[in-house]
């Protein structure tokens, strides 16, 4: 047995015959904090939703916990698909009703800390929310989960400064020792000090897969050594 | 506390804990946060302070009490030691600067000693 949480060999998927991801690989220890870092478009959004078993039809396998199987791999994993599902006419309550119904591992004491912490109104409808709320919501409705593998996709996009703080904190403060995290963002200065290791996606890969004490061990900052990655793309 | 992004996060947690423990905020025998409390303080990750502790235990300035958490050492002489090796490394610091103005040896000394003079006045 390997302490892989999430192992993946050989993958490709395409999209109306548009290569989207090619030739990717990726191994990833229990207990980590992984950035998935590239530029808007490089695939890092599509690779989530492979690993969570909501993109279907790729070629290659992808293992979390040691099954390839979608609807076991969905069991063992928490990702909140930026909420597409639900109409914005309904209530948070309501969200939270059907993610009780949905996941067997969905803890409501734990929902209700985080609520508490995110000072989200129940009452609310997804309507009402503002970007940072929509983003600490979908943060609580994902750790709530009891899952060895979290998958948060650009959870800072577009919020301000103090909404990202609380979310960096609840990271730091429910995430389990053995689950492991992968934050997909194409800026990585709001989360490096959080950072166990990075996976650069680029020309539709994985580019690399670094600790970030490699990175610092050579006396580069996350950012030079990512911007670095991407710097010949400008001329 | 801000941390600099190109030395590993572990090491920088390890000095501000070195230097909280040499300016006697954490004191011998002390017991000193929680690795959770520490890591939100600090906005690092659990892991990565974990690893700063644990150099810490092996270098015996911390001791780790099973189910307690983690204390200060309550050997003097060793944290005098830490006491002395932070005051090393500022001055190592210092002297590479000054080296790269010029002024070395003898002249650096004189040079910190007029400064001094100076310095006192103004204070006065």
């Known amino acids: ?235 | 506390m801000e941390f600099k992004d190109n030395i590993p996060i572990y090491l920088q947690i390890e000095q501000y804990l070195y230097r909280k423990i040499a300016l006697g905020e954490l004191k011998a025998g002390e017991k000193i946060p929680s690795v959770r409390k520490l890591a939100l303080e600090l906005t690092v990750n659990v892991n990565t302070v974990q690893r700063a502790l644990q150099q810490m235990n092996d270098r015996g300035i911390l001791y780790t009490k099973r189910g307690e958490g983690n204390f200060v050492t309550e050997d003097t002489e060793l944290i005098n030691q830490t006491k002395q090796d932070l005051i090393d490394n500022e001055l190592e610091n210092f002297v590479q600067s000054m080296e790269k103005l010029g002024a070395e040896g003898d002249s650096l000394v004189s040079i910190l000693d007029d400064y001094l003079r100076r310095r006192g006045k103004e204070d006065e």
Request: proline residues 1%; aromatic residues 8%; negative net charge.
């Open chain 1, 1 to 235: 047995m390997s302490d892989n949480v999430l192992a993946i060999k050989d993958l490709s998927y395409k999209k109306n015959q548009k290569t989207i991801l090619h030739d990717v690989n990726l191994n990833l220890d229990q207990g980590k904090i992984v950035a998935l870092l590239g530029e808007n478009g490089a695939g890092k959004t599509t690779l989530m939703r492979i690993i969570a078993g909501v993109a279907k039809n790729y070629k290659g396998e992808v293992e979390v916990d040691g099954t390839t199987k979608e609807a076991d791999r969905k069991a063992k994993l928490s990702f909140t698909d930026g909420l597409s599902g639900f109409s914005d006419s309904i209530k948070i309550q309501e969200v939270v009703d059907f993610y009780i119904n949905i996941f067997n591992d969905f803890d409501e004491n734990e929902f209700e800390e985080l609520r508490k912490f995110m000072k989200l109104d129940p009452e609310m409808k997804l309507s009402q929310l503002s970007r940072g709320m929509r983003e600490k919501l979908i943060i609580a409705l994902t750790f709530s989960r009891k899952a060895d593998l979290y998958l948060l996709d650009e959870p800072f996009g577009g919020i301000d400064a103090m909404a990202r703080k609380k979310i960096i904190n609840s990271i730091i403060m429910w995430k389990d020792e053995k689950a492991t995290i992968l934050i997909s963002d194409h800026f990585v200065n709001e989360i490096s000090t959080l950072l166990d290791e990075v996976v650069v996606v680029k020309n539709d890969t994985i580019l690399e897969h670094k600790t970030a004490d490699e990175i610092r061990e050579n006396h580069k900052s996350i950012e030079e050594y990512y911007e670095g990655l991407y710097e010949d793309d400008d001329e």
